[in-house]
């Protein structure tokens, strides 16, 4: 069975301090992983996917994610935030003979002034 | 172009009705699916097509949830017999067809049962 984990309900960080948001996966099959952000009232939008190759992936708005085998970790970050990255932050995985993805619980990351 | 739509945005129903929900998804992608977001949680699977059949089916819940797909495009999420704990916000999403395909996501739709 496969199983995302994201341990921060929330995050609370000042505006252009850098920032990781943890997520950690299992899974018994090769897997795909994922960063999805949702703004305010808004859809859930695609940062940046791992599917295979460089274990460091780059995605939009300048954040980053490096993939660890060895610790089962997807862990996100970005060097600077603005106030306009508070939004809530979804790490999934998906692999095996399905296209399904396993959401994790989201972080909350919330950029102060 | 245009994104995925989901209509309504929000639906009341009392306990025990019938509701149906709708999804566009954006032209060309073959692969749809249907997701459930409860409040503070991330979307959970329910259901996803590939064409016109449903491939993994793993995640509705019980027998009162139905999904369907006539023509590989709109696609129709039913619930029978609505209760309580079937509130939350349906989520929708389409991709080209492959799970390394990003899958596009709709705005939801939010249904209480009362």
């Known amino acids: 069975a496969q199983s995302v984990t994201q341990l921060d309900s929330q995050v609370p960080v000042f505006e252009e301090a850098p920032v990781e948001l943890r997520c950690n996966y299992s899974?018994?099959?090769?897997?795909?992983l994922f960063w999805y952000v949702q703004y305010p009232n808004q859809g859930l939008q695609l940062l940046l996917k791992?599917?295979?190759?460089?274990?460091l992936v780059k995605g939009i708005n300048g954040f980053e994610a490096e993939f660890n085998k060895s610790q089962t970790s997807f862990h996100l970050r970005k060097p600077s935030v603005h106030i306009s990255d508070t939004a809530e932050y979804f790490c999934a995985g998906g692999g095996g003979a399905t296209n399904k993805l396993i959401f994790g619980t989201g972080t909350l990351l919330a950029v102060q002034p | 172009g245009a994104g995925v739509s989901q209509t309504p945005s929000n639906k009341v129903t009392e306990k025990g009705k019938y509701v149906e929900l709708r999804c566009d998804p954006i032209?060309?992608?073959?692969?749809l699916y249907w997701y459930r977001q409860s409040l503070g949680q991330g979307p959970e699977f329910l259901i996803y097509?590939?064409?016109?059949?449903?491939?993994?089916d793993s995640g509705l819940p019980n027998d009162r949830f139905f999904a369907v797909r006539p023509e590989g495009s709109v696609s129709t999420l039913k619930i029978q017999r609505t209760e309580r704990g079937d509130s939350a916000v349906y989520l929708c999403?389409?991709?080209?067809?492959?799970?390394?395909?990003?899958?596009?996501f709709g705005p939801g739709t939010r249904l209480t049962v009362t």
């Open positions: 791992y599917l295979s190759g460089s274990t």
């Open positions: 097509f590939q064409g016109t059949g449903a491939a993994d």
């Open positions: 899974s018994s099959v090769s897997v795909y």
């Open positions: 032209s060309g992608h073959t692969a």
């Open positions: 999403a389409s991709s080209l067809g492959g799970l390394a395909d990003e899958q596009y």
